[in-house]
């Protein structure tokens, strides 16, 4: 992941996970240009690489993130940028490659998520929160309408009606409440375990079967937005693919031996 080192997103390797964490805790880790354009190419660089086999996203500080930093988009009203292009250069992007990611993301939420800081936790496909992790969905505060995929992830987890509700009236969600509406895959009593939890939650995934995760992540995608006949179709497609991986066959043949398959990604 070379050329793609920031202040303002640390990038840190161990065995197969990475952790991305947002880094500008004086801020709350709210998302600036720089931030965004680090985080966005990262991600793309993450992708492509198949020895990282997990991701967590975290936030340095007490906050996750705030989302858009307010004080920059202030002065680009100023100047009379008025379009939010950065929804197309920066979030979009982010949450399409956040989300497709062909490999395990967990999302370590310490403190307040919130905007599009919240769209971004919600795209990871595990959260892992302590006491103070607290959910905002902030859009309509500011006048704004949601972004960062938050309009896709949001009914996918909690349902249109719940949805509608956390975004018009914009209100906070605690971290028991969080939980309970499944914005929190698992909470922690200890805010200061809430990264190591999700990074050794993370290591354990890396350790799996992740041709097989990346592929179950595809199938649910196209199996919830389109039609049975879709969903049949990605599953052959899929078992195809995972049927001819050296995973699979060192899982059977553990199996048929009695014994625990070790994976190795391929």
């Known amino acids: 992941m070379s050329g793609l080192k920031t202040d303002s997103l640390l990038v840190d390797r161990t065995d197969a996970v990475v952790t991305l964490t947002l880094n500008r805790p004086d801020a709350m880790n709210a998302l600036d240009v720089d931030l965004k ?3 966005r190419d990262t991600l793309a660089s993450i992708e492509t690489d198949r020895s990282i086999r997990a991701v967590v996203l975290a936030g340095a500080g007490k906050a996750f993130c705030v989302g858009q930093d307010l004080r920059e988009h202030a002065r680009d009203l100023d100047k009379g940028a008025t379009e939010l292009d950065t929804v197309r250069q920066h979030y979009n992007p982010i949450a399409q490659r956040l989300a497709s990611l ?3 993301v967990v999302a370590a939420v310490r403190g307040t998520a919130a905007g599009a800081g919240a769209s971004l936790a919600l795209l990871a496909d595990f959260r892992i929160g302590g006491p103070r992790t607290t959910f905002l969905m902030a859009f309509s505060n500011v006048g704004l309408a949601g972004d ?3 309009t896709w992830s949001l009914p996918h987890i909690v349902g249109r009606a719940r949805a509608l509700e956390l975004l018009l009236l914009a209100q906070p ?3 028991q409440e969080s939980l309970d509406y499944g914005l929190l895959t698992q909470l922690v009593t200890d805010d200061e375990q809430v990264l190591p939890t999700a990074q ?3 290591a354990r995934l890396a350790a799996g079967p992740t041709v097989a ?7 649910l995608s196209i199996g919830t937005a389109g039609s049975l ?3 049949l179709a990605a599953e052959a497609q899929a078992q195809a693919i995972c049927g001819r991986t050296a995973d699979h066959q060192a899982a059977v043949t553990a199996f048929v031996a009695k014994e625990k398959p070790v994976f190795e990604g391929r």
């Open 37 to 39: 354009e680090a985080l």
């Open 102 to 104: 062909p490999k395990p």
């Open 148 to 150: 960062t995929g938050v």
């Open 173 to 175: 969600v605690r971290a």
């Open 200 to 202: 050794e939650f993370a």
């Open 213 to 219: 995760y990346a592929a179950i992540k595809r199938e």
């Open 229 to 231: 006949s879709d969903a």
